[in-house]
């Protein structure tokens, strides 16, 4: 039987195939869409300028609090940067607010508050990661558009959460000026790479996150941000919001999972490619071919319930182990072609994330040299752990980055990244 034959014309019939994405054309489109966000016009991406750069040197042995607030976790530590490495004092990791039960605006300001207040008698500087949309303001504090990655805090568009916790912090006692600033997960990653990795020179910079959802940063001539009328030379961090990008083929099954979201018609690149969401679309196409009979009789792939990427993750490394997949599965021809069909939707969405990072390399214009690649700094599980999608990444940034656009990158990583990212942000901004 020829798997790959008969799962490659079944994902045509439906759009699902890696060969209705074009690279090029994607990033042709992708870049198109940056410039009209960048000049205030209609586009798919916000393009949100930050007002932070990635100028300046970290003074040592100066305590700030960094806070990660991310779609699964949230993480808080006093960050302190030495001549031997980074020092975190009093990390504490938990879930993120609404991820369990829904709350209102007042209650996560609130909680967070209580959160981070045995730390203030140490540190008046405080550097907030979060990773929702938001409106950052030229006093680096910022505006909440709102919260998605399915966590639920009502009340919150249109504050301005910097003040908020300013003002809750007072309530309860804590009297000094605190400066915050907010920022995004993609800003705190790439102004966390050269505080953690290869101090190399660079030819321009980005920030991935590639997790329970997505998002790209990346640095940008000051003259091309059209929205800010500078007449200036020098850069800007751009929080791209790039998980709202709508410029290319949204298959049946992407639509399918998009109508059963909780944000329907929204962050269709999010959803196609990120952990939260991936696994749904996998659902949709193994559950609508065991309906036309690409499997056994006896497999119960059609009665599967929504699963992620862990679990796609877990039958990808052990297709014949214990876990729901393999289970679905009756015959060996079963798991083949249920591996075949997850195969081609890893490929597909390694070829979006590719064009999400070409665009970025083609904007800024940067990576010309061997000797001097664009740094792209990577966070998130997804990327890191899911068997088989950080390769076939690499795979298409070789083929066409490097290939085809003669630009040269380099994918770095750390731990802590976000949180050292938050620090030096506060550090530098005060």
Do not use: W
């Not at 980005?206 to 007449?231: F, H, P, Q, V, W």
């Not at 970025?360 to 088989?388: L, Q």
Request: aromatic share 8%; charged share 25%; net charge negative.
């Amino acid at each position: 039987m020829d798997f790959k034959k008969i799962a490659g014309e079944f994902l045509l019939k439906y759009q699902q195939h890696p060969d209705n994405i074009s690279l090029k054309k994607g990033t042709e489109a992708m870049v198109e869409e940056m410039k009209k966000g960048l000049n205030s016009e209609p586009s798919s991406l916000m393009m949100i300028p930050t007002y932070l750069s990635t100028e300046g040197s970290v003074p040592l042995n100066e305590p700030s609090l960094a806070i990660d607030a991310g779609g699964s976790n949230l993480r808080v530590s006093l960050v302190t940067f030495t001549k031997d490495g980074i020092v975190l004092d009093g990390l504490k990791k938990q879930k993120m607010f609404g991820t369990e039960k829904e709350m209102t605006n007042e209650e996560f300001i609130e909680e967070l508050t209580q959160l981070i207040l045995p730390y203030m008698d140490k540190t008046s500087d405080i550097g907030f990661c979060f990773s929702f949309p938001s409106e950052i303001l030229p006093n680096k504090d910022g505006r909440v558009i709102g919260f998605n990655k399915d966590v639920k805090i009502t009340g919150a568009e249109n504050t301005i959460l910097g003040e908020e916790i300013r003002a809750c912090l007072k309530k309860h006692g804590v009297n000094k000026d605190i400066d915050i600033v907010i920022l995004n997960d993609t800003v705190s990653t790439l102004l966390g790479g050269p505080a953690i990795a290869d101090p190399r020179m660079v030819d321009g910079q980005i920030g991935l996150i590639l997790g329970t959802g997505t998002n790209t940063a990346y640095s940008e001539n000051l003259r091309e941000i059209k929205k800010l009328n500078c007449d200036k030379d020098g850069k800007m961090i751009i929080n791209m919001e790039s998980g709202g990008f709508d410029q290319f083929p949204f298959g049946e099954f992407d639509k399918r999972m998009d109508a059963k979201s909780s944000n329907p018609g929204e962050h269709k690149f999010e959803k196609c490619v990120s952990g939260i969401y991936l696994g749904n679309v996998i659902t949709e196409t193994l559950k609508q071919a065991a309906l036309e009979g690409l499997f056994s009789e006896k497999n119960t792939i059609a009665s599967l319930p929504s699963f992620g990427m862990s679990e796609v993750d877990k039958f990808l490394r052990a297709p014949y182990g214990d876990n729901m997949l393999a289970k679905a599965c009756a015959t060996e021809d079963d798991v083949e072609m249920m591996s075949t069909f997850i195969d081609y939707a890893i490929e597909r969405a390694a070829k979006l994330v590719v064009i999400n990072i070409a665009a970025c390399i083609v904007k800024m214009d940067g990576g010309k040299k061997v000797s001097a690649p664009v740094r792209v700094m990577v966070e998130g599980s997804t990327f890191y752990k899911c068997y088989g999608y950080k390769e076939r990444i690499e795979y298409y940034m070789q083929d066409y980055v490097v290939n085809t656009l003669h630009r040269h990158y380099s994918f770095v990583g750390g731990d802590d990244v976000n949180l050292a990212g938050s620090a030096i942000a506060a550090i530098l901004n005060r």
